[in-house]
């Protein structure tokens, strides 16, 4: 068995907002009746894709890419890399089915799509300030769940985009190959960032910070009523807290990044391009 319990908690919790989210705009004539419905079944296929997860799943790739967060890996890296996966692959995976093939009806569906986007960094943050992963990280900077958050919301973005292009791909067996082409990057994408630990994270692939800094750990001390000894012990304390935050979040942002590449990568059929290359 996969170690999914964090996740499985956040899961849920993402649900039962999605689910609130579809309820109220339908009250309040946002949406139709049958976009409503729409909605309802997504999340519902949604589901069923990460029931695969339970046991040992049925793609080898996605296996080994679960079986490599089952090791020992910061629980905020592997709840990111867990969520990253839901929603690169098992999201477009499950939504080609239910996109309108009319371009009118896929434009709506996609607005109807995109509306609950904000709630998503919302909900991350308030996972982890509840204490769900523990008391300790409640006192961590939130960098990690801001990153978390920023690449979920990009990476379901993209998966609209992947979903479509599955959707219009008319052979089953072209399909399983973008599928395939997708799982693959993404296995190698999960093995490449948990190699080593990341500083500056982006910047140490690309050379551009594309996140701010991290925010410092704010430590109210009167250093008046401390004798130099403690504020020192303080000190060092923080900065050991700031250091592992950052490498974590560093950690969180280059999986992102790689994640976001590689289901492109996949869905663009370059892995089978290489491939090719390689054998020839």
Not at 15 to 22: A, F, N, W, Y
Not at 59 to 88: C, Q
Not at 142 to 161: C, N, P, Q, Y
Request: proline share 3%; glycine share 6%; net charge positive.
């Amino acid at each position: 068995m996969h170690q999914l319990s964090d996740f499985r908690r956040l899961y849920a919790r993402v649900t039962i907002v999605l689910q609130k989210h579809v309820a109220d705009s339908f009250k309040n004539g946002k949406l139709s009746s049958d976009e409503a419905t729409w909605f309802f079944a997504l999340i519902q296929a949604f589901q069923s894709e990460f029931a695969k997860w339970q046991g040992t799943h049925p793609e080898i790739e996605i296996e080994r890419y679960l079986s490599r967060l089952d090791a020992r890996v910061a629980r905020e890296v592997r709840l990111a890399g867990h969520a990253f996966l839901h929603i690169a692959y098992d999201l477009p995976t499950a939504m080609a089915a239910f996109l309108d093939p009319s371009v009118t009806g896929r434009t709506r569906q996609g607005n109807v799509f995109v509306q609950p986007g904000p709630l998503f960094s919302r909900v991350f943050i308030d996972f982890v300030t509840s204490g769900q992963l523990g008391f300790f990280r409640r006192l961590l900077p939130k960098d990690g769940m801001k990153i978390m958050s920023f690449w979920v919301l990009s990476l379901r973005t993209t998966a609209w985009i992947h979903a479509a292009i599955l959707a219009d791909t008319p052979s089953a067996s072209e399909r399983e190959s973008l599928r395939l082409g997708m799982r693959q990057e993404l296995e190698k994408a999960c093995n490449k960032a948990l190699s080593r630990q990341w500083i500056t994270g982006i910047s140490e692939l690309t050379n551009t910070e594309l996140v701010p800094a991290g925010i410092p750990l704010s430590l109210s001390v009167d250093s008046a009523s401390l004798s130099a000894a403690a504020l020192a012990s303080a000190m060092v304390a923080g900065f050991v807290v700031r250091r592992h935050a950052r490498r974590l979040a560093g950690t969180i942002e280059v999986l992102g990044a790689l994640v976001n590449v590689a289901v492109q990568r996949g869905i663009r059929g370059e892995n089978q391009e290489n491939s090719n290359s390689e054998n020839a």
